[in-house]
Antibody, heavy 119, light 107 residues
Framework: QVTLKESGPALVKPTQTLTLTCTFSGFSLSTSGMRVSWIRQPPGKALEWLARIDWDDDKFYSTSLKTRLTISKDTSKNQVVLTMTNMDPVDTATYYC???????????WGQGTLVTVSS | DIQMTQSPSSVSASVGDRVTITCQASQGISSWLAWYQQKPGKAPKLLIYAASSLQSGVPSRFSGSGSGTDFTLTISSLQPEDFATYYCQQANSFPLTFGGGTKVEIK
C-alpha cells in the first residue's frame, strides 16, 4: 500500500534553513505520471500548497515562497526533500507531503510533521 | 493566483441532516476541483476529485457538483464520523490553492 512519512527537525531558529524529508513506499517516482507535493498548515489555519516535483524532475513552486524553496528527489531512496531558507516564526506549521497520481489531486498524505520556528 | 472562497466557514448540524458547502473560484477552473475532509490532528483525506468524482472508498453520501467558478459539496445524511473540517482545492493551474475551510460541528 502507499505510505508517506515526513521527517525533520521539530524546532528551528529564525533565519535558519529547514530541511524536510518525505520517505514513501508503494509507488515509484520514476513512474510516468507520479508526483509528490509539499503542503503546510499553520496551527488552526488553512492548508497552503508549497511545491511539487514530478517523475521527470519538473518542479513547481508557490508564487510567494519560490525564492525560499527547493524541492528535490532521490528516486533510489524513495525520498523527496524540501528545503526552506530564512525561516521565520510565521513559518510555524505542520508540513505534509502528499502524492499526486492524477492531475493535481492529493490522493495519499503523510501524517505531517510540526515545525516550530522560535529562538 | 486563483482565490478559493468557501462558505460558510462553519455550520452546525445534526446527525441525519443534509449539509451543503460551497466553494467559489476567483476565475474559471473548469472541473478541476477537489474536496478534502480533515479531522483534528490528522492529515486531509481526498473525498471528491474532478468536481464530482468520488474517490475510492468514500461513502456515497458525499457528492460534488459544479464547474467553472461555483462548486458544491453535499453530505446527504450526516453521520457522526463526518464532523470535521472540509477544504476545496483548485487543481487547474499553479500555484495550487485551497479554500479557507468549513468546519462541520455538532448541533
Amino acid at each position: 500500500q502507499v505510505t508517506l512519512k515526513e521527517s525533520g527537525p521539530a524546532l528551528v531558529k529564525p533565519t535558519q534553513t529547514l530541511t524536510l524529508t518525505c520517505t514513501f513506499s508503494g509507488f515509484s517516482l520514476s513512474t510516468s505520471g507520479m508526483r509528490v507535493s509539499w503542503i503546510r498548515q499553520p496551527p488552526g489555519k488553512a492548508l497552503e500548497w508549497l511545491a511539487r516535483i514530478d517523475w521527470d524532475d519538473d518542479k513547481f513552486y508557490s508564487t510567494s515562497l519560490k525564492t525560499r524553496l527547493t524541492i528535490s528527489k532521490d528516486t533510489s531512496k524513495n525520498q523527496v526533500v524540501l528545503t526552506m531558507t530564512n525561516m521565520d516564526p510565521v513559518d510555524t506549521a505542520t508540513y505534509y507531503c502528499a502524492r499526486i497520481s492524477y492531475r493535481n489531486y492529493f490522493d495519499y498524505w503523510g501524517q505531517g510533521t510540526l515545525v516550530t520556528v522560535s529562538s | 493566483d486563483i482565490q478559493m472562497t468557501q462558505s460558510p466557514s462553519s455550520v452546525s448540524a445534526s446527525v441525519g441532516d443534509r449539509v451543503t458547502i460551497t466553494c467559489q473560484a476567483s476565475q474559471g477552473i473548469s472541473s478541476w476541483l477537489a474536496w478534502y475532509q480533515q479531522k483534528p490532528g490528522k492529515a486531509p483525506k481526498l473525498l471528491i476529485y474532478a468536481a464530482s468524482s468520488l474517490q475510492s472508498g468514500v461513502p456515497s453520501r458525499f457528492s460534488g457538483s459544479g464547474s467553472g467558478t461555483d462548486f458544491t459539496l453535499t453530505i446527504s445524511s450526516l453521520q457522526p464520523e463526518d464532523f470535521a473540517t472540509y477544504y476545496c482545492q483548485q487543481a487547474n493551474s499553479f500555484p495550487l490553492t485551497f479554500g479557507g475551510g468549513t468546519k462541520v460541528e455538532i448541533k
